[in-house]
Nanobody
Framework: QVQLVESGGGLVQAGGSLRLSCAASGRTFSSSSMAWFRQGPGKEREFVAGIRWSDSSTYYANSVKGRFTISRDNAKNMVYLQMNSLNPEDTAVYYC????????????????????WGQGTQVTVSS
């Protein structure tokens, strides 16, 4: 089982940067693929970025590719999302999620395999 706690959200101006952190507890973190999702006002939760447990391959939504970077530190049980060149469309609650043992690159970009979720952290980008 994995428990997740996000931090690092806040208010930033367009063009600015934020770094989100996700602290994970549980013995299966190193064998869990991790991802960040977000949910904007009136929108469905959507995939933002993911990192596979087996080889740390990374995956990104087209809307954030080149601006966001996901990384993990297995020694610290941490996952990070570096967000640069933020724009108002990035405003959302950002969630950290974990999927144990999942490696399929297509499946990892969907919400389906993620069975552990954090409580979310608000990111607001002002224009």
């Amino acid at each position: 089982q994995v428990q997740l706690v996000e931090s690092g959200g806040g208010l930033v101006q367009a063009g600015g940067s934020l770094r989100l952190s996700c602290a994970a507890s549980g013995r299966t973190f190193s064998s869990s693929s991790m991802a960040w999702f977000r949910q904007g006002p009136g929108k469905e939760r959507e995939f933002v970025a993911g990192i596979r447990w087996s080889d740390s391959s990374t995956y990104y939504a087209n809307s954030v590719k080149g601006r966001f970077t996901i990384s993990r530190d297995n020694a610290k049980n941490m996952v990070y999302l570096q967000m640069n060149s933020l724009n108002p469309e990035d405003t959302a609650v950002y969630y950290c999620a974990a999927a144990e043992w999942v490696r399929n690159s297509v499946v990892l970009t969907t919400i389906r395999p993620y069975n552990y979720w954090g409580q979310g952290t608000q990111v607001t980008v002002s224009s």
